[in-house]
Every structure is written in C-alpha cells, then in structure tokens.
C-alpha cells in the first residue's frame, strides 16, 4: 500500500499536472497578501476557499495519471480495488497539507495580520482549510471515478458543484426551496461561517454542531463515492 502511494506520488509529480494548481494557489496566496493589515479569519476564509477550488482541480488530475488498462493492472498488483481508491485519497491528503501549510503559516510568517494571531485563529484556521480540502476531494472523486459524468463533462459539472456550494446563501436567499436540495452539496459556508466574522471569536454550541454536520458528511459521502466506484469497476 504505501509503495503504492510513493509509485502514485512520484508519477503524479513527473506527469506535472501538479503545476497548473501549485502556480494557481501559490499566486492566489501570494497576490492576496500583498498588503499588510489585514483580517485574520476572514482571510483565512477565502484562501479555504482557494484550497477547495485547487484541490477538487488535484484530485482530477490524480485519478487522471493512468489509462483503463494501467488502473485495471494496478487492480490485479494490489489485490484490491479498495486499495487503489484509498492509495489515491492518501495522495490526495498529503499534498493537501502542503497547500494548507504554506496558506496558513505564509502570512504569519511575512507579517500580513494587523492583530497577534491567537491559537483559536490557528486551530479555525487548521478546521476550515481541512475540511474545504476533504470537500475538493470528494467533489473531485465523485466526477471522476464514478458512472455519473462522462470524462469529458467532470471538469465542468465539478465546477458547477463547487460554485453552487459557495453561493449556498445567496441561492437559499432567493428560493428558500433550495434549502434542502443543497443538503446534498458540500456545507462550503456553514464551516466558514465563524471566519467570516471580526477576528475576536467565541466558540459556542453551533460551531460543534456544524463541525459535527461537517464530519458526518464527509464519512457519508467517502462511503457513497467508495461504493460508485466499485459499482463502476465491477
């Protein structure tokens, strides 16, 4: 298994679809931080946001790397079909928190803050960027290894998802409806919502529910996309 996941890494890298992302969210980091002063949380909302987007990107290209016929021959050398899914997500993961490491320490390290960050700052940094990236994985995962979408449409309909998961509120605003049909979609801004406020935070009763929502939907869905992909690899 972890030769596997070193074997996947190593291609991913050479086939350097890792380059379009890395240059994407380097830049998108680097550029927002220009100036100096600002916000702690809200900022760190939106390069949450930035993650999401790059890793659903990530993980298309990571179940991109090889053919049919490679992915069937890895199926035989593994000797488990749930090991090549895992192996991917594993990969997945990793350059994950590269991408949160560099987004959430970067700033502190140039100085951008206009307030001393606070270990309640970091520990909601560290809960959104995580929880943005799990959900870039799954939205990825799920156009690319399941029968839902041709090939050729995953890009767009990943995209589409995660537009309409981010403008969650402005839709709800303007049909109370969608409420419940995006209960299918990933909660992009009900784990960002305690950083979208002013940087002297409390953490109260609704933060733990929506935490809890957050984690429940992420079990669900790694367990729904898990058994797509067996159903489509029969």
């Not at 990107?57 to 090991?83: M, P």
């Not at 995660?162 to 801004?189: C, D, M, N, Q």
Request: aromatic letters at 18%; proline letters at 3%; one cysteine or more.
């Amino acid at each position: 298994m972890s030769g596997f996941t070193r074997y996947q890494f190593i291609s991913y890298i050479r086939s350097l679809k890792i380059v379009p992302p890395l240059t994407v969210f380097g830049a998108w980091v680097i550029i927002f931080y220009t100036y100096k002063g600002v916000p702690i949380l809200s900022s760190y909302a939106v390069t949450s946001l930035a993650i999401y987007l790059v890793m659903t990107w990530v993980t298309i290209g990571i179940f991109s790397i090889e053919g049919e016929t490679e992915k069937h021959l890895l199926f035989v050398q593994l000797g488990s079909k749930h090991h090549y899914l895992w192996g991917k997500w594993a990969i997945c993961l990793i350059i994950s928190s590269f991408f949160m490491l560099f987004a959430i320490v970067y700033p502190v390290l140039m100085n951008n803050f206009k307030e001393t960050i606070q270990p309640i700052h970091f520990g909601l940094s560290i809960y959104s960027h995580f929880f943005l990236a799990i959900f870039g994985i799954i939205v990825g995962s799920f156009f690319s290894i399941t029968s839902f979408a041709s090939t050729k449409y995953t890009w767009l309909l990943a995209m589409l998802v995660v537009t309409i998961s981010i403008s969650y509120e402005g839709i709800v605003e303007k049909v109370a409806l969608f409420k419940w049909i995006l209960l299918l979609f990933p909660p992009v801004v009900h784990v960002i919502k305690y950083l979208s406020g002013n940087d002297a935070v409390t953490i109260k009763l609704d933060f733990w529910l929506i935490a809890s929502f957050a984690f429940v939907y992420t079990i669900i869905s790694f367990i729904v996309v898990s058994k797509m992909f067996l159903q489509k690899e029969k």
